[in-house]
């Protein structure tokens, strides 16, 4: 089927997209969205290894990995609502969603 | 020591004004809360009055104990513990009450008792307002567990404890009224002459320590010491070429500096300036503390170490004329004095070298006696002037007082009372406690010039009636020179103040009763057997025993000249003050260069004008200039406050951008760092 190197190549480069992206955006929303990316990278990491090593298990029945990515789109789920919230504070603060302005904790 | 009782009940006698006298300061200076003056008195008074019935439980324990142990000790813990096996060295947490520790507790605790209720009857009305009333008795109560520790004390450490306890209190009540600087500058004077004797006393510590480690036996509790004296009474100590060179038997130095010690404390020799210095402490305090008991600190250490001044018959000379010189010159002093508590602080200090005659001659029982019969008068004294004071409003100048009898009727007779005791009425407890000295001085024959020590003596009770008798006939006798406004308010002070007054004046009259020699004892209807209770007791106690009996003619003549002497000071303060006043004025005309010199007390203050100079400059320009703020502040505070401040926070607070994407990157990149070292 789909080698197991090709699904965590593809994971990792999501991971490094979703990250660079965090790091360099300026627009919140495109943070968050960089943040949702890097949860979803990471959950296919898990699903893949999840079929490399069901493979290896007599019966074939391995859950542990996709249990775990549905855990992982639970705390996504949670995260997403705090951050909007959050979010939505902020623009209706300063009526931008510029992140560079939030620096007031500086030395 | 095996012969000793054991308690657990000692140790309460000086604890439990410390725990009245520490639970007042927290409140004051840790808490910052007032208590109610209310509160303050009763816990003053009460602490006051528990250490004396404590006190009066221990002594009846020593007196009638059945297996006739002579002394009680409560060894509370071992307090310094040094060395190994041989040359190890402990002095204990332990209180001893023998004979004269008992003795001098119980004056002690009975004079603190009355001093307290007094000091709640004069302190109310203390016009100052710095809120200094619980501040006041604060003090009173650690004063009173510094002398019971001095008394109490089982070794040389803690009586070396309990004597500085005494002086920081003595110093602390001196200026208690800080406002005016004159009164600091009075406390720092009075510390720093008395710090004079605290050099005497250190050194005669260590001396002993040194010489009884020599030979084997290290240890300062008094009782060692006496046992194991003859040890060292054969060593001599050289002397280097800048005091002599010769070679001084070591007993005789070490019996020097504790009477350096003793003398800085009683205000005796040249360092009698910093008692009449010290009355501008209120009056309760100059009576308590530096007239009646801190003074006799010294007396007591005298007579603690009597068995060491008995093998040293030279410095119990120095002692006996140091003693009588001051007592000759303050009496002729106090004659001449406008202030009254400086008239008194002489008065005391006269009475006080009597004392030190005592001890000089080796009659320690006697000084003794003296001690207690001077602690009861000499308080009543100075009571009664406070309460002068207090009805004058203030004012001590006797120049300005004058008739005061028909409108201070309670206080005059207290003063009266006590003025007569002083002065040697006959057959009150001053005439016969101090006939007991004269008639050892008397008999002193080893003493080298002891008849004119006696003569002395004579004169300076005559003396004494004088000073005396003039302050009684120019306050409450004669014309009054007040303003009138005074005189309209006038009235007897309060029962606070007249009852303590009362006791203490009760036991000025019967205290002689106590120790009443043998040969009035004889003369009593049906001849009472021991009558000198008081000497006989303490002489269990002390070297030299039970006041030796005197022939009867030789104490006749004795207390026919005493008689004299004090009757002719009474007749000539009497023909001066009250028959004849225009006589003083001009023998002032006629005499004013010698009037003014006793005033000044031939300007014996002046002579620690260097010294204080010296150490309150050490003590600003060394010790707070110098290593208080630049060592302590600057280099071991700031400089490393600086140096971490700078160097830790200026470096570090780079990384507080205060941007959330700066953290992210600093996260993600020590994640790829750890995991990268964990991986390869």
């Known amino acids: 089927m789909i080698p197991v190197e090709h699904v965590i190549a593809l994971s990792a480069a999501l991971f490094t997209i979703g990250a660079i992206t965090a790091l360099m955006r300026r627009h919140l929303i495109a943070i968050l969205m960089a943040i949702q990316l890097m949860l979803g990278a990471v959950c296919l990491a898990f699903v893949g290894f999840n079929r490399m090593w069901a493979a290896s ?30 979010g939505t504070e902020f623009v209706r603060k300063r009526g931008s969603a510029n992140v560079d302005d939030a620096a007031s904790m500086r030395w | 020591m095996n012969d000793y009782a054991s308690s657990e009940t000692l140790r309460w006698i000086p604890l439990v004004p410390l725990i009245a006298g520490l639970g007042q300061a927290l409140m004051l ?55 190994l096996g041989g040359t190890s060295f402990t002095a204990d947490l332990a209180f001893v009450l023998d004979a004269l520790s008992a003795v001098a507790c119980l004056v002690v605790t009975t004079v603190m008792l009355a001093g307290n209720v007094y000091a709640a009857g004069y302190m109310s009305g203390d016009p100052h307002d710095d809120g200094g009333h619980q501040r006041f008795f604060c003090y009173l109560n650690l004063f009173l567990f510094s002398m019971l520790v001095l008394v109490l004390a089982d070794n040389l450490l803690l009586f070396f404890v309990g004597w500085e306890g005494a002086a920081v209190c003595s110093y602390l009540m001196i200026g208690f009224w800080f406002g005016d600087p004159a009164n600091a500058e009075a406390a720092n004077r009075a510390f720093v002459i008395d710090r004079i004797g605290d ?37 001599s100590v050289p002397t280097p070429s800048w005091l002599g060179g010769g070679i001084w038997p070591l007993t005789g130095v070490i019996g020097a500096c504790f009477f350096l010690a003793a003398c800085a404390r009683c205000a005796q020799g040249p360092m009698v300036a910093w008692l009449p210095e010290a009355m501008v402490a209120p009056t309760p305090a100059s009576s308590l503390i530096h007239a009646t008991l801190g003074v006799t600190a010294g007396v007591y250490l005298l007579c603690r170490l009597s068995f060491l001044y008995a093998s040293t018959p030279e410095i119990g000379a120095l ?18 004095q406008t202030d009254i508590k400086k008239l008194l602080a002489y008065v005391t200090a006269s009475q006080v070298g009597t004392m030190f005659v005592a001890v000089g001659c080796g009659a320690y029982a006697a000084a003794i006696f003296y001690l207690t019969t001077h602690a009861f008068f000499a308080a009543l004294l100075f009571m009664g002037a406070g309460a002068v004071v207090l009805a004058m409003d203030y004012e001590q100048d006797i120049r300005k007082m004058g008739g005061l009898r028909s409108k201070l009727i309670r206080v005059h007779l207290v003063v009266a009372v006590a003025v007569a005791t002083a002065a040697g009425f006959p057959f009150l407890s001053g005439f016969l406690s101090r006939n007991e000295i004269l008639l050892s001085t008397l008999h002193a024959e080893a003493l080298p010039g002891y008849a004119v020590l006696y003569a002395g003596g004579l004169v300076t009770a005559g003396l004494l009636a004088f000073a005396l008798s003039r302050l009684l006939l120019m306050i409450f006798y004669g014309q009054g020179r007040h303003p009138a406004r005074i005189r309209s308010g006038m009235q007897d002070p309060g029962n606070w103040i007249i009852l303590p007054l009362y006791v203490l004046a009760t036991l000025a009259i019967f205290g002689g009763l106590l120790g009443l020699p043998q040969f009035w004892g004889d003369m009593l209807p049906g001849g009472v057997d021991d009558s000198n209770s008081l000497g006989n007791f303490v002489g269990r106690a002390v070297a030299g025993g039970a006041p030796s009996q005197f022939e009867t003619s030789t104490e006749g003549w004795s207390v026919a000249a005493l008689l004299a002497c004090s009757l002719s000071g009474f007749l000539v303060a009497l023909q001066l ?28 203050g002046r002579a620690y004008d260097p010294l204080v100079r010296l150490v309150l400059g050490f003590s600003d320009r060394v010790l707070f200039r110098f290593v208080e703020r630049r060592v302590i502040d600057g280099w071991i505070v700031s400089l490393p406050a600086k140096g971490v401040l700078g160097f830790v926070a200026h470096a570090l607070k780079y990384g507080q951008s205060g941007m959330a994407q700066t953290y992210l990157f600093t996260m993600l990149a020590g994640t790829f760092v750890l995991l990268g070292y964990l991986l390869f």
Not at chain 1, 62 to 81: E, P, R, S, T
Not at chain 2, 200 to 210: E, I, Q
Not at chain 2, 578 to 591: A, H, S
């Open chain 2, 319 to 336: 002692i006996a004329w140091t003693g009588g010189a001051t007592a000759l010159l303050a009496a002729l002093v106090a004659g001449v």
């Open chain 1, 57 to 86: 298990v007599e019966s074939g029945a391995l859950l542990d990995g996709q249990i775990f990515a549905l855990m992982v789109i639970a705390a996504a789920a949670a995260q997403v609502a705090v951050a909007l919230g959050i």
């Open chain 2, 577 to 604: 003050y009250v028959r004849r006043p225009e006589l003083p004025p001009r023998l002032l005309q006629r005499f004013g260069g010698i009037h003014e010199l006793l005033g000044a007390s031939f300007h014996i």
């Open chain 2, 29 to 83: 200076f840790v808490f910052r809360r007032s208590i109610s003056s209310a509160l303050v008195t009763a816990t003053s008074c009460g602490a006051a009055l528990l250490s004396f019935v404590l006190t009066c439980v221990a002594f009846w324990e020593l007196v009638g104990s059945a297996s006739g142990a002579p002394a009680i000790i409560d060894r509370v813990n071992t307090w310094v513990g040094v060395g």
């Open chain 2, 199 to 235: 050099f005497g006393l250190l050194v005669g510590l260590m001396l002993l320590f040194w010489s009884l480690a020599a030979v084997g036996e290290a240890s300062v509790a008094f009782r060692d010491i006496e046992a194991h004296l003859d040890r060292i009474a054969q060593a």
